[in-house]
């Protein structure tokens, strides 16, 4: 067949976020719904920033429907997310839950002979894994900045404390620049 199916991977059939299609029966307008949880087994998100952390449990209610080109999935995810505020570095927790649609084709189907891989997911031997799915979804979801509150005031660039914790009158003692040369000619020259 097509070169492109060599990168094809197989789902993990065991893996709670792989979706078995079989009973679907290929008829179109067949369809099944499933509610299941999945823990997350890579970051789903942001990573380093936002996102449902590995291990977490996402909420799974999504509706499999046969259709001609392959199984459409749509439905919601819901979960956890923890992340590191962007100007204070505190951490943060928040829920999140997307709305994923996605078409997974049959192999050998017109999608598949006219799409390239990372366009459209593909049924391989009639699994579908919803975790990159939900995945990409989160990635859409949360803030690329995320912040703890909107008026966070951030950090030190003198010393790194937190501004929250420092107060107002924080300052670092900074020497004149005009006062600093003049010390220093006197350092130069004390004879004078
Ligand atoms: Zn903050
Ligand atoms: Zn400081």
């Known amino acids: 067949m097509s070169a492109n199916r060599k990168g094809v991977v197989r789902p993990v059939s065991t893996s709670p976020w792989v979706i078995d299609t079989r009973e679907l ?3 179109p307008g067949a369809s099944r719904s499933v509610h299941r949880t999945a823990a997350a087994s890579y970051v789903l998100g942001l990573e380093d920033v936002i996102g449902v952390p590995v ?18 999935v749509s439905g919601t995810a819901s979960g956890p997310l923890a992340g590191e505020c962007s100007r204070c570095l505190d951490p943060i927790t928040d829920e ?10 049959y192999p050998a189907s017109a ?4 799409t390239d891989e990372d366009e459209v997911s593909r049924l391989v031997d009639d699994l579908l894994d919803l975790e ?3 995945r990409d979804a989160v990635v859409l979801a949360v803030p690329h900045v995320p912040l ?14 937190k501004w929250a914790d420092l107060g107002p009158d924080h300052r670092h003692e900074t020497i004149d620049p ?14 004078r």
């Open 25 to 27: 029966g290929r008829r």
């Open 132 to 134: 990159p799915v939900v």
């Open 111 to 114: 999608t598949d002979e006219t």
């Open 55 to 72: 291990g977490a449990e996402v909420e799974l209610d999504v509706l499999l429907e046969s259709v001609v080109e392959g199984v459409l």
């Open 96 to 105: 999140v839950s997307v709305r994923v649609t996605e078409l997974f084709a």
């Open 148 to 161: 703890c509150s909107q008026d966070c005031p951030g950090l030190c660039p003198g010393c790194g404390g």
């Open 178 to 191: 005009r006062w600093a040369a003049l010390q220093e000619r006197f350092q130069q020259d004390p004879g």
